[in-house]
């Protein structure tokens, strides 16, 4: 790399001075680092050789020490340089990553939905519903977060995200709410057990069963054993578990009997799984979750209405299983 300015000598540089090194100093360097010589980096950033080695030679004084040995008219970078080289290179990267998102948010083929919602929604209502949106719009993006409550609802109020997939009744703070559908509870059994044989279960079918439970501080965990509080029902409680799907898979390998979301339900019925109505009501409602202070992309509101086609299908489909005749 060729240069016709001094070497600097190294001296600890003070605070003011480091705070005068700018952006237009770092595209120096990185012009320098990236073409190889000063002649080259002069014609990458359209100037003249002598006014890149006057800027290098400026944020060497400001810094306090040489980056560059001078060798026989050339430059070679020193270890602060190539250390100082790694961390231009990352920044260098995320600048471009944001100027690429900012290009792409003005392109409809490149825009990104960012979508919350709890995981048993993930994977019992909001595939279909994206199935449907990618029909009509097959270049759409969408990021999917799981997350429980009640972060899920803290996120969704922060603004976070264009769009939320929650049960809670209750509208999170600058959110408004969509309802989607709203079920009853569904009781799942192993497939042969002695209960499969009715239609509807009663709370009293329960009584001395081995029984799969969502998580002690689960709000449907709660209204579940306040059912059988209130009718004086014990069950034989040994498993409990945060997720439906794996209250499901625990109740295929015969484990006990459970109560879950009609969605989960309907998603793993048959495989050893059977679904009965129940004698008594678990209300279960979906809602979806939109930002009132987050500007709204255009593809939040057609992903409604995907939903809301979904729940329609979802709930026909749960009304048709639950229609079949005990075995």
């Given at each position: 790399?060729?240069?016709?300015h001094p070497p600097t000598p190294a001296h600890p540089a003070s605070d003011a001075q480091a705070a005068l090194v700018s952006h237009r100093h770092i595209e120096v360097f990185r012009a320098v680092m990236t073409a190889g010589s000063v002649t080259s980096?002069?014609?990458?950033?359209?100037?003249?050789?002598?006014?890149?080695s006057r800027e290098l030679a400026r944020l060497e004084q400001l810094l306090g020490y040489p980056l560059f040995e001078r060798l026989q008219g050339r430059l070679r970078p020193n270890a602060r340089a190539l250390a100082l080289w790694d961390e231009v290179q990352r920044s260098w990267q995320g600048l471009e990553r944001v100027v690429e998102r900012a290009v792409a948010l003005g392109q409809s083929h490149e825009a990104q939905l960012s979508v919350l919602c709890l995981p048993a929604l993930a994977h019992a209502l909001l595939p279909g519903a994206i199935a449907r949106l990618l029909r009509a719009q097959p270049q759409l993006r969408i990021s999917i977060t799981p997350q429980?409550?009640?972060?899920?609802?803290?996120?969704?109020?922060?603004?976070?995200?264009?769009?939320?997939?929650?049960?809670?009744?209750a509208t999170p703070p600058g959110v408004q709410a969509v309802p989607l559908l709203t079920l009853d509870e569904v009781a799942v059994l192993p497939a042969g057990h002695a209960l499969a044989a009715q239609a509807v279960l009663q709370v009293q079918d329960f009584a001395n069963q081995p029984f799969v439970s969502l998580s002690a501080d689960d709000p449907y965990r709660r209204q579940i054993d306040a059912r059988f509080a209130e009718a004086g029902v014990a069950r034989q409680l040994h498993?409990?578990?945060?997720?439906?799907?794996?209250?499901?898979?625990?109740?295929q390998q015969g484990l006990g009997l459970a109560i879950?979301?009609?969605?989960?339900?309907?998603?793993?019925?048959?495989?050893?799984l059977v679904v009965r109505r129940l004698g008594f009501s678990v209300p279960f409602s979906i809602n979806a979750l939109l930002p009132l202070y987050r500007p709204a992309l255009p593809e939040a509101q057609p992903l409604v209405q995907s939903l809301e086609a979904q729940a329609q299908e979802v709930t026909a489909a749960l009304q048709r299983l639950l229609s079949q005749p005990a075995n």
């Open positions: 790399m060729n240069s016709a980096a002069a014609a990458l950033l359209h100037s003249s050789q002598p006014t890149v429980e409550s009640p972060l899920l609802e803290e996120w969704m109020s922060a603004q976070r995200f264009d769009l939320g997939l929650s049960e809670q009744a498993l409990q578990t945060h997720s439906a799907v794996a209250v499901c898979a625990m109740v879950v979301n009609p969605l989960t339900a309907l998603a793993m019925a048959g495989s050893g």
